[in-house]
């Protein structure tokens, strides 16, 4: 096996290989594509899409639309509790620079990964895992098996409560406990209150795409409890939620339980 | 070979593989990707010479980082149960960022590693919702 590892996104990416084939050329590929992905919805970039947005500039941009589009059907399938508004709140939590009023945060990565998935599969390649900072989407290894990821305890790093196979599908979790710094905040905005979830909800999720994965842990994480199971039945998700010391989860996340 | 220097080379593998790890997430995406090559650890380490010392089964290791060449004594140990019960490596540079790095990965094998089984850790391909794991450490864990 082949690894390729690099920093995207503020996060650590190792794409994995299963694979003698040579990945030179396609690495100059990732990284084009990875960069101009930042270039274009970076929080933080005054050049950037989502600042230009944000000061009221026409925006024309094939991915920008569809980025938008998926978001607003997020937002809907979440009866709102999920929102594309979450940048100027975020600004003020520090996450950007300047007055944004638009956030891809929620699924954004998700995104870029199934771009990236998209070109290696363009290029040839069968069989790859890309790990974005712990959110996955994998193929099948060489010889038809699925990759085993191990599931991390949010709040404990690097300890592994479990694992669960994929094979042609994304995982991705979710959690408040990461990047909270400030009492009672963290980057996870109820759209319907405009605040802070208050509750300590950590989500994996099973989706056929990245996006879909991402989404759907952002929302899964954010929504009341009792609309947990509702939502993510509707949309074909499954999950495993780690909340006050328990795990629940849908009958399809067929995870090992250490 | 006996089955405890099978056991201690895949856990150099996974120091081995920290180390590139840090190598390479210490250089910029261009630089990395410009210069990536197929790593294939697998091969040198069966032959890896690991020396008794004492209760712990110990090997000093060299590498190359940004830092230049670095020396590091890992050793470990696996109970009669198959499972490692402990695990130390010295740190042998003045670099500070080496030291940061190799200070971070040591608390990261650490935890992970004790209580597991080598059966156990050779079947993690990668780790999910680790959004604070460095690469290195996902890596490593693959290559066990």
Redo the contacts between chains.
Sequence with gaps: ????????LS????I?FDS?QR??EV??L??DR??EFEKKFSRFDPKSLVSQFSAGKEVDDEEFEQLMEFGKELETKSRAYFTLNAGEYLTELGYGKGQQKIDFGGFGKGWLIDAVAELLQEAGFEYF?I?A????FATSKRNGKP??????Y?Q?????FG??EIKNQS?A?S?PF??SWRANKNHLLDGRTQRSIRHKR?L?VLAPTAAIADGFATILTIIPKNLVGHIAQENNIEFLALEEGKITKSTGFEAEIF | MSRNTWIMSAIFVVIFGVFV?SV??DTT??D???E????QQVEEVKDSPWAQDGEYLSIELKYFSPAGEENNVVKVMVDEDNTITDFEMTIGTANETSIAYQERFI??LE??LIGMTPEEAA?????????????????A??QM
């Design positions: 096996m082949q690894t390729i590892t690099f920093e995207a996060t650590q990416w190792s994995i003698t990945i030179k690495s100059k990732i990284q990875v960069a895992l790990n900072g712990g959110d996955i990759w085993n990821a191990a599931l991390e949010p404990k790093n690097n300890t592994v694992t669960v995982l979790a959690s990461k990047r950590s994996f | 790890g390479v997430s995406l261009l990395f990707l410009a990536s090559e197929p790593t608390e990261e935890t992970t079947d993690i391909d990668t780790i999910a919702g680790a959004s604070l794991t460095t690469t290195a450490f996902t890596d864990i693959r």
